[in-house]
């Protein structure tokens, strides 16, 4: 059984930083894609940035250049370190894995971004 626990979120005002992570529990052996994606309220979830177990990363336009995705693959973790937040930034942040043709969700975290 895959488990996916978050850590992280909070709230900071707008220019400020916040740094996400993501464990992965259970049984996980092989290549993999661990990401975040976020839901703001009223629009459909979003991908953020992934990266798969080798480091290649896809990130998102609107973040590029200020949210930075990394992962420890010892530790089956991923993080997402979030700088010059914006306002537009502020939603509930999921972590994801994509392992074996399945998709695996964290509760989710939420972020807010005070202008």
């Known amino acids: 059984q895959v488990q996916l626990v978050e850590s992280g979120g909070g709230l900071v005002q707008a220019g400020g930083s916040l740094r996400l992570s993501c464990a992965a529990s259970?049984?996980?052996?092989?290549?993999?894609?661990m990401g975040w994606y976020r839901q703001a309220p009223g629009k459909q979830r979003e991908l953020v940035a992934a990266i798969n177990s080798y480091g290649t990363t896809n990130v998102q336009d609107s973040v590029k250049g200020r949210f930075t995705i990394s992962r420890d693959n010892a530790k089956n973790t991923v993080y997402l370190q979030m700088n010059s937040l914006k306002p537009e930034d502020t939603a509930v942040y999921y972590c994801?894995?994509?392992?074996?043709?399945?998709?695996?969700w964290g509760q989710g975290t939420q972020v807010t971004v005070s202008s």
């Open positions: 994801n894995l994509d392992y074996r043709g399945r998709n695996y």
């Open positions: 259970g049984s996980i052996f092989s290549a993999n894609v």
